[in-house]
């Protein structure tokens, strides 16, 4: 960058912005919308109206932050704070009026739905490739929402209880749950129960995320965590390209037109991270060697003004190895693994779009997904050999077990939407075919050192399990096909909005008939304020995993019966105070009866019930706060004798306080503290010297109450400084993204050492992310 001229800094080329309207109900475009835009640095102000096709075009705009705003008379007025301006580019935005929520108040970026739930939110593309926390990931950038906990640097979450493998992910409103990106099947428990590390998304490549802790509407079923909907960016008017540069690889792309019809465009995006040599660099030199690579493509096709065709290929993969050089730099070689996974995910959907009659949009999609998935775990013994000895002297036993995951899924779904005279109708159907092929391989017995008390052994004396080929061999090929269909309607009376919908499924995998009926009412009382409630019955699919790991598993959808009722009061145009309180009903819980046999059964129930608050606002212009309160009490009883304790990923309290300031067109600040309430602990205790004599010294953790406790609570603190500027024809946008300013440790997760009868704690460390983006408009 020094290297360019002073006259490259002292103007950088203007830029421009395509600004399109729709109706949120029937997705007609809107013309004669009055649409203001104000320059930040200057407050300079630009008002045009939306022509037929619902859009404008606004050239000759100086790079930096802009503000829109968007009125029409039956419409609640939509108020966007933060557009960015690159140069050279036209850059395209979307906005969606509906009818009014409640006189004098400014809609913020998006209407709410009448279809979504109540509590739903939605962050649009500038709030997720620049949250502090979120460095390079979009997942990241959800922390802070309500109900949601997110515990470390990595995308996955829990929401109001429930694990990271609960939540319903929807890209592009395919299904599809392999977004997150090393979620292991083998290794440490952490891992295991995790959910994965990283998305597969770029952090440019979501242009919007809707996510609802709760209470959504029969359109969606499968899982009863949380509702996660992605939308992939379409390509902007003008071409782009665009390098960014990361500590562990590098992504680059083309946005811009397609050029098949008018309008057409495509969106690009590759990327190839390889955080082995990243986590050389930073010496962590025992973690071992991971290794992504994403491609995303995403075409919208407009036939005519009537029907748009839009074209969406993910393809990723990944690996993971960590071997005897790996455990070799292991302090105390604590963990003696080896590992071995990769895994190719891949979806490639159609959608035809259809604008039917005056109000009327009917939508078609077609998709299939693909997963292959190989783990393998071993086991190295550093301990047998004299001290200093190098790692290739280390005696190993490589892939002791492996699991085989291989997926196939092609699906339908049709979904109608129109508005009628009693407020708004929407049904659908989907049809969905599942071929899995799963296997476990054991290579001989398999002494575990941690188990709980209930595990068979042989001998009731005996300090340890053995996992036996007879006892964990098994395999799953099975082809289901799945049906399912619901109906919604919104009644709107006056200042009352009531959602009435049912969901009926047939689901081949586990051949079960569901009903599940679905409700929500909601009711503006004045200006200032509204209330809600939502009402449900939910069914969450047993994993895979646990249909393949024994032959005798027949398992069965559990049950979630869900309520919630809440508020949400605007004290003026720029503050808002959100809050729920929610109650649900678990029952026919999945639970694993025997880990030394791989056994699962639908014994288990229990409660989770909670609330949460979320106030947020504009302090001035520029200037923005947000904070966030949860409380939750998950508890299951897994008819294990032991009654109803804590459920795996309860937290009793997650806070977040967060305060943004965009300084300048340039510099942007941010930080986040957040404080979470420590995970339910189990009570065990620790054997010595388990195998006796003339054997290796070997101690075993004994499982004999589960959750009964809480780890100590933290709080973590990041900080976000971005910078943008152009240098020629170039834009340049960098951040520093520091996770977990002060070190806090992380009380969730510890791993028990065999060697030496300890739990090992996870030490934690401030996490920086350095991101730099190049783009080129042309």
């Not at 959800?142 to 829990?158: T, V």
């Amino acid at each position: 960058m020094i290297g360019f001229t002073l006259s490259a800094h002292a103007a950088e080329a203007p830029g421009a912005l395509t600004i399109i309207i729709r109706d949120q109900y029937t997705d007609r475009p809107l013309p004669s919308v009055q649409v203001t835009i104000t320059e930040r640095d200057t407050s300079a102000t630009r008002s045009m109206e939306t022509d037929a096709r619902g859009r404008i075009v606004v050239e000759q705009l100086d790079p930096g932050l802009y503000s829109v705003n968007a009125t029409k008379v039956g419409f609640a007025p939509v108020y966007e704070p933060s557009v960015r301006v690159i140069t050279r580019k036209n850059s395209r935005i979307e906005f969606e009026l509906g009818a009014p929520m409640m006189e004098e108040v400014v809609v913020r970026a998006r209407a709410l739905d009448a279809f979504a739930s109540p509590s739903s939110t939605y962050l649009d593309r500038e709030a997720l490739r620049s949250a502090v926390g979120g460095g390079a990931d979009p997942l990241l950038s959800l922390d802070g929402l309500p109900g949601l906990a997110s515990a470390s640097e990595f995308a996955s979450f829990s929401v109001r209880g429930r694990g990271p493998r609960d939540n319903l992910i929807f890209v592009d409103e395919f299904p599809f749950d392999k977004a997150v990106h090393f979620d292991a099947t083998l290794g440490e428990d952490e891992d295991v129960g995790g959910g994965g590390r990283f998305s597969i998304f770029a952090p440019n490549v979501i242009s919007g995320a809707e996510f609802s802790p709760g209470g959504w509407g029969p359109a969606y079923g499968g899982r009863a965590g949380s509702l996660l909907k992605l939308e992939v960016a379409d390509g902007s008017p003008s071409p782009s390209a665009s390098l960014r540069l990361d500590l562990a690889g590098n992504e680059v792309g083309y946005d811009g037109p397609l050029g098949i019809t008018r309008d057409s465009t495509v969106l690009v995006s590759a990327r190839r991270l390889d955080f082995g040599a990243f986590f050389e660099d930073i010496e962590e030199l025992d973690i071992g060697n991971p290794i992504l690579r994403d491609i995303i493509v995403k075409s919208a096709i407009p036939i005519n003004p009537s029907n748009t065709i839009e074209v969406l290929l993910i393809d990723t993969r990944e690996t993971y190895t960590r071997d005897v050089t790996h455990v070799f730099e292991s302090p105390n070689f604590e963990d003696a693994s080896l590992l071995d996974f990769r895994q190719d995910s891949d979806l490639y959907g159609l959608t035809l779009r259809s604008l039917i009659g005056e109000g009327a949009v009917w939508t078609n999609k077609v998709y299939h997904r693909t997963s292959n998935k190989i783990s393998s775990e071993g086991e190295a013994f550093p301990d047998l050999v004299p001290d200093g000895s190098p790692a290739s002297s280390f005696p190993v036993r490589e892939d002791i077990i492996t699991i085989t995951e291989d997926e196939t899924e092609i699906g339908w779904r049709s979904d109608f939407r129109t508005a009628n005279r009693w407020g708004a109708f929407s049904a659908g159907i989907q049809a969905t075919q599942i071929e899995l092929d799963y296997s476990t391989v054991l290579d001989g017995d398999w002494i575990r050192f941690v188990y709980d008390d209930d595990d068979f052994r042989p001998d009731p004396e005996q300090r340890y399990i053995v996992l036996t080929p007879a006892n964990i061999n098994s395999s799953l090929s099975r082809k289901a096909t799945s049906y399912a269909g619901y109906v919604d309607q919104v009644f709107t009376r006056g200042t009352w909005d009531i959602r009435t919908g049912v969901r009926f499924e047939r689901d081949g995998l586990t051949d079960e008939s569901l009903v599940s009926p679905r409700f929500s009412v909601n009711w503006r009382r004045s200006k200032g304020i509204r209330y809600f409630a939502t009402a449900g019955l939910f069914h969450q699919s047993p994993r895979y995993l646990d249909f393949a790991a024994n032959a005798g598993n027949e398992l069965e959808n559990e049950k979630i019966t869900h309520g919630s009722i809440g508020f949400e009061y605007f004290p003026n145009d720029t503050w808002s105070v959100l809050a729920e309180a929610y109650y649900q009903d678990l029952s026919n819980l999945v639970v694993d009866l025997d880990r030394a046999n791989g056994t699962f059964a639908n014994i288990g129930d229990g409660t989770s019930y909670g609330f949460d608050v979320v106030v947020k606002g504009t302090i001035r212009e520029g200037l923005y706060a947000a904070a966030t309160y949860s409380y939750n009490d998950a508890k299951v009883d897994r008819k294990d004798g032991r009654g109803a304790v804590a459920d795996d990923f309860s937290r009793e309290h997650v806070a977040t306080l967060g305060l943004t300031w965009e300084i300048t067109s340039r510099w942007k600040v941010a930080g986040r503290y957040k404080y979470l309430s420590g995970r339910p602990e189990d009570a065990f205790i620790i054997h010595e010297d388990v195998l006796g004599p003339g054997q290796p010294l070997r101690f075993s953790r004994e499982t004999t109450e589960r959750n009964i406790g809480r780890k100590p609570s933290y709080g973590v603190l990041n900080l976000r400084v971005d910078y943008r500027r152009a240098f020629g024809p170039i834009d340049v946008t960098a951040f520093l993204d520091v996770i977990n300013v002060t070190s806090a440790s992380s009380t969730d997760e510890s791993e028990f050492d065999y060697r030496r009868g300890v739990n090992v704690k996870d030490d934690s460390e401030a996490e920086p992310l350095i991101g730099l983006r190049l783009d080129y408009a042309w």
